[in-house]
């Protein structure tokens, strides 16, 4: 009877009260990792306890009250080879894992991503977020990232993720083919987008992402100032009605500075070149006309007769084109408003170039 109470007042009692924000995994210490059989392992909501056996993955145990038995440890069953009726202590590692949501997570590209924009051309982009992270597989997570690492921090898996996310990033943007300028309306779009391609590599450590958030994407520094101004000759738009708004301001600021002489000299001056532009402006300030150009000169009219009959006017081009029929020629007599009576075309320095273009009589046959 003596025995059996001590034996009671010390079982081994197994649990971890985590009090940390960062602690993803924390390894229960004791002395040559003997543990004794029939212990009470307490396995709390947001945990895992995981058994490694001689560097061997033994059991997993989630959120509930154990009696460590033959009966719910069958892996360690398998791997001691136990009798029913064993009661010795064994050695083994308890590892518990925190299987919570770890909110908050940054990531960013460490470098600028180029990529061809259908507006810009090829542009540099930088990008940064927000993601949570937790652990889904505990298992996989403890053969794959954590080993034997006794105290595991979000610390030493970021960096990792990180460098998934980025590659993904860049490969997503690249193939989308929205233009940067449109990219702050679809960043939902390509967070979902991300999140389900960096799935793949992220389940492999036994991860999941839950949540993925891009909070911006900009351009290069350089490239946002001449946006900048892009963007203000656009909000600028009337150039003369924003001179005339400058100047304005420009003579109130003077006027509200008292005893300045600069102030009044700069004031009136800018009154007078106001002045000069509401005399130019029409009668509701918008800018007056321009003056209409000069009409073209008139071009001349001629008229000619033939066998005592007279026919026009007939404007140089049509002179031409009767020239070219064999109906004008060089005696064709020809008058027109201004000439001193009737003459032979080719006494008028006004029809040479018209006449130039003649062929000359054919030669004498034979």
């Not at 392992?41 to 993955?57: D, K, P, S």
């Not at 590692?93 to 991503?113: D, M, Q």
């Amino acid at each position: 009877m003596v025995f059996d109470f001590l034996k009671g007042q010390f079982i081994d009692v197994i649990h971890w009260v985590d009090d940390t924000r960062d602690t993803m995994v924390w390894r229960f210490d004791r002395h040559g990792h003997a543990i004794m059989y029939g212990a009470k392992l307490t396995v709390r909501e947001g945990q895992a306890a995981v058994f490694i056996h001689e560097g061997q993955l033994a059991d997993v145990f989630g959120p509930g009250l154990y009696m460590l038995e033959t009966n719910n440890m069958p892996v360690m069953t398998a791997l001691q080879h136990w009798d029913h009726g064993f009661s010795s202590p064994f050695k083994s590692e308890v590892y518990f894992v925190n299987t919570t949501r770890f909110n908050g997570l940054k990531w960013g590209t460490r470098n600028p991503i180029i990529c061809r924009d259908p507006e810009f051309g090829p542009v540099r982009l930088r990008a940064f977020g927000t993601y949570s992270m937790r652990v889904t597989d505990p298992g996989r997570f403890m053969v794959e990232i954590v080993g034997t690492d006794g105290e595991f921090t979000t610390d030493e898996i970021t960096m990792q993720l990180r460098n998934v996310i980025v590659q993904e990033f860049s490969r997503t943007i690249a193939a989308s083919g929205i233009p940067v300028l449109d990219m702050a309306a679809n960043t939902a779009d390509l967070g979902r987008i991300i999140a389900k391609a960096i799935e793949p590599a992220i389940a492999a450590y036994g991860l999941s992402v839950p949540e993925f958030y891009i909070e911006n994407v900009s351009l290069p520094e350089e490239v946002e100032k001449v946006l900048d101004k892009r963007t203000s000759m656009g909000i600028v738009g009337d150039l003369n009605r924003y001179t005339q708004f400058s100047a304005a301001e420009a003579m109130g600021a003077a006027a509200a500075t008292p005893n300045s002489g600069m102030g009044a000299g700069i004031g009136a001056g800018l009154g007078m070149a106001m002045g000069q532009q509401m005399a130019q402006a029409g009668p509701w300030g918008t800018p007056a006309a321009a003056a209409a150009p000069p009409p073209p000169p008139p071009v001349a009219q001629w008229h000619l007769a033939v066998n005592g009959q007279t026919s026009g006017p007939f404007t140089p081009q049509q002179l031409a084109e009767m020239a070219a029929r064999g109906a004008f020629g060089a005696a064709s007599l020809v008058w027109t408003a201004g000439q001193d009576g009737w003459k032979p075309a080719s006494e008028v320095p006004a029809l040479a170039g018209i006449l130039s273009q003649l062929p000359p009589p054919p030669p004498p046959a034979g």
